[in-house]
């Protein structure tokens, strides 16, 4: 076998290896946190789960090996069988870093989960901008800091070694390929496998987190994805996020309770200085019939079906369809403004009762979207022990609503 073909199989052979570690980490975590949890019927699920498991982590991999695959490139064209030797040697110690890194960042997300129920999330920034040294101080007292730091330390040395025996090749003669055509071909099928692993998908988009609901069992949506997926999730949702200080910018910094008696038309002194927000609280009068009743409630939310639409509807041009029966003769209010232009924000306004600030980042996709809202809609029949139900008939992974929606 001709020197770079041994190199091309040592560097495979190792990324397999890698690619079986990540697998293992997989199973360990359905182990560990499935332990208990029934998955009666869900036979093909778990298989979808490890299966997409493997598709996120042959993309980590496959962006991780880009460095390596851009110099094999590069060192194949040269025709240099000595900066190819020098190159293989250097690998070890980028594989020990970056592959090191990623095992690192699982343990990271195997804790963060027992604590979160989730896997890395935009949450995570509150280690760094909450009191950072009293969240270390708390974590030594619950973890062993100092003997895990120490298995990090030999995390990255078992990969280090790992790399230097596998990529240690044995060949006198450093030939490389002389032929242009051999090059350009080797060159053509390196990049493509490597971008289409990282992309990991053939069809219009490509693999993200929203692949991950591949059940209705949320666990195995959990076991599926990485997170790597999730934390560059939380990166770009954090990149997102507006700072502007609409309270300054209105002009109630430090007096939030002007800004209740104003919405309200008030005086200030009728707002509550703990917990201003009471003030909008609304007490109905007792209604015998629904507490006999107890009617089933349902809202729907129709995407983009709105007044400028019914406005041309007509026996030639039916846009109400089979609705057209309920509009006649059932009651019917016009005269309603979405809470935003887009599907999510005008979703969770309806929800949530929070109105949507302009240029604000979605609630569902900020370090809010786990957060209890005390004025939520279906809140005050949680209370009467109603069973609240969110039906959506698209992806849950879209928007975050997965995660977002179980909290409301």
């Known amino acids: 076998m001709s020197y770079f073909k ?29 332990k208990g949890l029934d998955f009666t019927g869900s036979g093909t699920d778990m298989l979808k789960a490890f299966y997409m498991g493997v598709r996120f982590d042959l993309a980590v991999l496959a962006y991780l090996n880009m460095p390596v695959m851009l110099a094999l490139v590069v060192f194949v064209f040269i025709g240099n069988g000595e900066y190819m030797k020098k190159a293989l040697s250097a690998f070890k110690y980028y594989y020990a870093a970056a592959i090191g890194s990623l095992f690192v960042l699982l343990c990271i997300d195997f804790g963060y989960y027992s604590y979160f ?6 949450l995570v920034y509150g280690f760094f901008e909450d009191d950072t040294k009293a969240l270390i101080s708390t974590m030594n007292e619950n973890y062993p800091l100092l003997p895990i730091a120490l298995g990090f330390i030999a995390l990255y040395a078992m990969v280090f070694l790992l790399s230097k025996y596998i990529l240690r090749v044995k060949n006198e003669k450093k030939d490389l390929p002389k032929s242009l055509v051999f090059k350009i071909a080797a060159a053509a099928a390196m990049i493509f496998l490597n971008f289409a692993a990282a992309r990991g998908s053939f069809g219009i988009f490509p693999l993200g987190v929203d692949n991950a609901e591949i059940s209705e069992n949320t666990f195995l949506n959990k076991v599926a994805i990485n997170g790597v997926y999730t934390l560059q999730a939380a990166v770009e949702a954090k990149n997102k996020e507006n700072d502007f200080d609409y309270i300054d910018k209105a002009g109630y910094k430090n007096n939030i309770r002007q800004a209740f008696a104003d919405f309200l038309n008030k005086d200030i002194e009728d707002i509550p200085e703990q917990n201003p927000e009471r003030s909008l609280t609304v007490k109905l009068p007792f209604n015998k019939n629904i507490e006999d009743i107890k009617p089933n409630v349902i809202f729907i939310v129709m995407e983009s079906f709105g007044a400028d639409l019914i406005k041309y509807n007509s026996e030639r041009f039916n846009v109400l369809g089979e609705l057209k029966k309920h509009f006649d003769s059932d009651y019917l209010f016009l005269n309603f403004l979405p809470g935003h232009q887009g599907t999510i924000g005008s979703l969770e306004a309806a ?30 029949y949680k209370a009467k022990g109603y069973e609240t139900v969110f039906m959506y008939g698209g992806n849950a992974g879209w928007r975050n609503v997965g995660s977002f929606m179980p909290n409301i």
């Open 6 to 34: 041994k190199i091309i199989v040592r560097i495979i052979s190792l990324n397999v290896i890698f690619l079986a570690g990540m697998s293992l980490y997989r199973l360990i975590f359905f182990l560990f946190y499935g």
């Open 117 to 122: 129920q989730n896997h890395l999330n935009i």
């Open 351 to 380: 929800i949530t009762n929070v109105i949507r600030r302009p240029l604000s980042k979605y609630l569902s996709q900020s370090k809010y979207a786990y957060e209890k809202y005390k004025f939520s809609g279906p809140l005050p």
